[in-house]
Structures are given as C-alpha cells and as structure tokens.
C-alpha cells in the first residue's frame, strides 16, 4: 500500500466501521442531550476519562471544531450544551451520525468532510475550541495537523486532544490477541511498512483501517512548535478500564490542553 492511499483507505475503512457499530460510531441517545441542554455532560477525548468541565471554560456560544470527531457523540453533545459546533471528519457515514442526532433532536450543527491535515475549509482564527479525540493514529503525519488547528483557533482558543501512547506498538498484535505481550517493532511504527504484505491485507480485512506511532515529541512537542501552549494532560487506558490486556501494564492514552498564545 501506497503512502498516498492511506487517506482513502482510512476513510472507506470508517465507513465500514458504522456498518459494523464499532463503538465510536455509536450515536448518543436523547436522553444525553435532554441532559446536556439540561447542562449535566460529558464527553471523552480517549476511552474512558470524561475531560475535565474546567479544560472547556465557558460552553455556550463558542464557535468549536470537532476534529475528526465524527459518529454522533461529542459534536452533539457539545451542541445541546449551547456552543455553535462544526464536526469535521473524512467518514462521510460518520458524519452522517451526527446529522442523524441533529435532525433527531433538533441541534444546530454542521458537518464539513475533509481530512485533519487540510483545514483550508476554514479561515484564519475560526475556532473558539479544538476538540480532536484519539484519531491521529490515522495519519502518516501530525505536525501538519498541529499547524492547521493552530491557524484556525483565535488568540486564547484552546485546543483539547487525545492520542495513542506510542508504546501500544512495540507489540506484536497477534501474540496480544493471544494474550502475550513480545516486543516486534521498532518506534515509529506504520502498518504499512512495517507488516509484510499478506499480514497487513488480514490487518486491514479484520480492522478496516491502518495505523502510525507517532513520537511524544510530534505529540506534545508538535503543538507546541506550532505556537500552543501546554495547560493540562491526563493518561488513559483502553476502552473498559485499566483490569484487562495492555492496559493492565500502562496507559495507552493521552489527553492535552493547549492555549494559543494571545500576544
């Protein structure tokens, strides 16, 4: 597989994904957004840990981006919460979740399908917020990413945003599903160059889309290279809690915060 075919990849293999109701393509029901215009929320930067209310400030009436955000969870909720919210995602089925929300419950909100490296749909300082959940382990690069939200957000605007510890692939994934943890790659990690080929077709067959380790320098460093400052991280683990599998080991996620500066 060719570099540049991973953005098309990635895309139908999201698309898949809602067909198979992967769990991050799963819709919040009506009662989380009752509760939400209520102003009892939540919402997830990585599996488990709600982001803590105080990261956001003050909700309603911000102009937020939902960044590769799609499948009709947080978008939604941050739009019963009261701020104007743009979902920004490459899955046109996953977009189509949150437009399902919306006309269900009657949210103002928009959908824009693109991919998170090309912001060029929107205008300098656009964006109050940045909310950008684990998912730019779909893509080769993030230094562009980093640049592009922090062209898009307005002095004081923050970004919030969840990634893979990139320890998760030292491992080999066949031997965890074994329930065995052997160490097989080298950091960075790609799927697609890192498998053989008949390995990463089976990958690809079984999970849809392929993946990249990315180092906690373009992570944490990537932002603040592009002119963000760090304000808060958290770690998490993997969907269910930290009592099976890797995350019995070490977090496999984190959680940042980041302001653009407003001189």
């Not at 769990?23 to 939400?36: F, G, H, L, Q």
């Not at 937020?64 to 995602?89: E, H, K, N």
């Not at 990690?189 to 392929?210: K, Q």
């Not at 603040?224 to 304000?231: D, P, W």
């Amino acid at each position: 597989m060719r570099a540049q075919d991973v953005a098309g990849v990635n895309q139908a293999g999201w698309d898949r994904r809602v067909e198979a109701a992967d769990i991050w393509t799963r819709p919040v029901s009506a009662e989380e957004i009752d509760r939400a215009r209520r102003g009892d929320w939540s919402v997830v930067l990585t599996p488990n840990r709600p982001v803590p209310r105080d990261w956001f400030g003050e909700v309603a009436g911000k102009d937020i981006l939902c960044l590769a955000s799609g499948g009709g969870q947080q978008g939604p909720i941050l739009a019963a919460a009261g701020a104007r919210v743009t979902v920004f995602d490459a899955s046109p089925r996953q977009l189509a979740q949150d437009q399902a929300v919306a006309a269900r419950d009657g949210l103002s909100l928009t959908t824009r399908q693109g991919f998170m490296h090309d912001l060029s749909a929107f205008g300098d300082a656009s964006f109050d917020l940045v909310f950008h959940p684990v998912s730019n382990c779909f893509a080769p690069e993030i230094l562009p990413v980093w640049r592009e939200v922090a062209r898009v957000l307005r002095p004081g605007g923050a970004l919030l945003a969840g990634f893979m510890n990139p320890m998760v692939y030292i491992f080999d994934a066949q031997a965890q599903d074994r329930g065995e943890f052997v160490v097989r790659h080298r950091l960075p990690y790609a799927d697609i160059d890192d498998l053989p080929p008949e390995e990463l077709e089976r990958l690809v067959a079984r999970d849809h889309t392929v993946e990249f380790s990315h180092s906690l320098e373009t992570q944490i460093g990537g932002q603040l290279q592009a002119g963000l400052v760090l304000t808060h991280l958290f770690e998490d683990r993997d969907s269910g809690g930290g009592d099976t599998g890797r995350s019995l080991h070490f977090p496999t996620c984190l959680a940042t915060r980041a302001v653009k500066l407003t001189g």
